[in-house]
């Protein structure tokens, strides 16, 4: 059974930092890219990073170049999403998806398998 399970989510101040996890299960990520998409209330899906596990490439949405920062842990199956100098902007739903690519970095649409979110509040 194929599943993704974020956390490291929560609240913190502007200027502050967050790791989030995604840890997938049931399957090998080595095929696939993965990516962090985020959703803000009333605001359409925004795909913020993303990494091709099999050699670590990665990209990012121009919106969080220089701040976040996505790795792998190949031994434990799973990727992270560094985030620092957080903004107010930054505030939405996280979720890790993964897609069957050669891709780098996916359109929303085009992943296949998504975890249940993680809430990020980047508040004072």
């Known amino acids: 059974q194929v599943q993704l399970v974020e956390s490291g989510g929560g609240l913190v101040q502007p200027g502050g930092s967050l790791r989030l996890s995604c840890a997938a299960s049931?399957?090998?990520?080595?095929?696939?890219?993965i990516g962090w998409i985020r959703q803000a209330p009333g605001k359409e899906r925004e795909g913020v990073s993303g990494i091709r596990f099999s050699d670590g490439r990665t990209d990012y949405a121009d919106s969080v170049k220089g701040r976040f920062t996505i790795s792998r842990d190949i031994a434990k199956n799973t990727v992270f999403l560094q985030m620092n100098s957080l903004k107010p902007e930054d505030t939405a739903v996280y979720y890790c998806?993964?897609?069957?690519?050669?891709?780098?970095?996916?359109?929303?649409?085009?992943?296949?398998?998504w975890g249940q979110g993680t809430q990020v509040t980047v508040s004072s």
């Open positions: 049931g399957f090998s990520l080595d095929d696939f890219a």
């Open positions: 998806a993964v897609g069957y690519s050669d891709y780098v970095r996916l359109h929303p649409p085009e992943y296949d398998y």
